[in-house]
């Protein structure tokens, strides 16, 4: 595509640490040179690349996971660094658009700074929740920061910080996912062992366990005993459980599943499209939930040693992201001891059985939707970053 801007280009480090980073970083990318250009170059996975971004250093070379891993590949993840900052000075890199990941990314714009490079935070962690003081390094290291929360730029900018609300890309990701599947049909409908649940017309509840490893072990045996309590008193409902890859749908395969429990490998976005309701593992699928409208119960259960730790340093009293920008309990969350069978069967049979209930749980969630889709975030923070260099 043509670039409407010909005059000599900038040069731009961009970082992306993790596929989320990636998948939001490459849609900026493709906006910003639709208008400019730009030279761009970095740290990215397959998305970046295919956007026109000179990847030097893979995602996969940074990815880390949790506190012991991080510390274990402190010495390399710094060498990393220190070549990032070598490059930068001696390509005349000017600006640094640093994407999520921000263990890597707090810690790379101090040393980027000191070179006299500009940086912007592309997605706040979230300060308002733990760690705080995370935010007057936010403050010292970066020119402003792009949010992907409404309530963000107010909290940067009672403290100096600019900052500004770009949108969440799950809701341009929905977006096009329903605009695919009204066009196509929904492949869901087509998978063998499915095709009697559709033609009986019966009603399916997703089961979103998680996408990590731990997270699955924690959840999984515990819904499942969920699932047989609720099917008891209900047994006309449908459970379909999705598997985003391989690897997690090898992780729920060991499962013995209860009758009328269906494994597929499939996003959980062809599920909750076709759900009545769910069952979700608190992060970003309760979000997904609410842009389906799909109401559901959310869930956690962690190492009573991480819980504990967590319990001591967290600011809000809730887990659900769509809890915490409705400032209220819309959906229930049922965390550590409270994660029991019962309180799970109780609770779905509210959301699918009580109609005044199931319809203000719905009516919130329609409130959170229309929030999170009241921007293109990969647009607005284009448009930010093109008027900054």
Known sequence: MPVADTQTSSRVLIIAGEESGDLLASAIVREVLKKKKVNLWGCGGRRLREAGVDVRVTSEELSTVGFFEAA??????????????EEAVSNGTTEAWLVDFPGFNIMIAAKL?????????????????????????IRDRFERVLCLYDFEPEIYNKIGVEAHYIGHPLTTETADFKKRILRDGNPLMKVPQLRNVFKEKRPIIAIMPGSRPAEIEHHTSRILDGVRLFQKKHPGYVFVIPAANENIHAQLSKYNLP???????????YVLNLASAAIACSGTVTLECALFGVPHLILYRSSWMSYTIFKGVVRIPYIGMVNVLAGKFIVQEFLQHRLKAKHMADELEKILQNTDYRKTQQGELAKISKRLTAYEPAKQAAKILIDRI
């Open 72 to 85: 274990k590949n402190y010495r390399r993840l710094t060498k990393i660094m220190d070549r990032l900052v």
């Open 113 to 137: 700074k000191e070179k006299g490079i500009k940086c912007t935070m592309i997605v706040s962690p979230t300060v308002w929740a733990w760690k705080y003081k995370r935010i007057f390094k």
């Open 259 to 269: 009758p009328d429990t269906y494994l597929v490998e499939y996003g959980a976005p």
